[in-house]
Nanobody, 124 residues
């Protein structure tokens, strides 16, 4: 099991940038793939980005491709989500999640461990 703590959310204007962090602790956390998901008010949680345990493979939702970048620093047990050119439709609670394996990292159901979430609000 992995414990996850997100930070870095906040209130920004459209076009601004934010960088979210997710610190992992627990057993063998460096072997875990990390994913970022988000949930807007009144909507279901959706996939945003994922990275495999080594950082060699990255995946993005079409809605954020070219604007968001996922990365990780295994020495710091931390995953990041750099968000540029933010839009009002990016407003949501952002969650990081961890799992073993490297297949279908976009599937929410495959992640057993979740953080508490961090709010990102983008004003127009």
């Amino acid at each position: 099991q992995v414990q996850l703590v997100e930070s870095g959310g906040g209130l920004v204007q459209a076009g601004d940038s934010l960088k979210l962090s997710c610190v992992a602790s627990g057993s063998a956390q460096r072997l875990y793939a990390m994913g970022w998901f988000r949930q807007a008010a009144g909507k279901e949680r959706e996939f945003v980005a994922a990275i495999n345990w080594s950082g060699s493979d990255r995946y993005y939702a079409d809605s954020v491709k070219g604007r968001f970048t996922i990365s990780r620093d295994n020495g710091k047990n931390t995953a990041y989500l750099q968000m540029n050119e933010l839009k009002p439709e990016d407003t949501a609670v952002y969650y990081c999640a961890a799992r073993l394996g490297n297949v279908r990292l976009d599937l929410e159901s495959q992640y057993p461990d979740w953080g508490q979430g961090t709010q990102v609000t983008v004003s127009s």
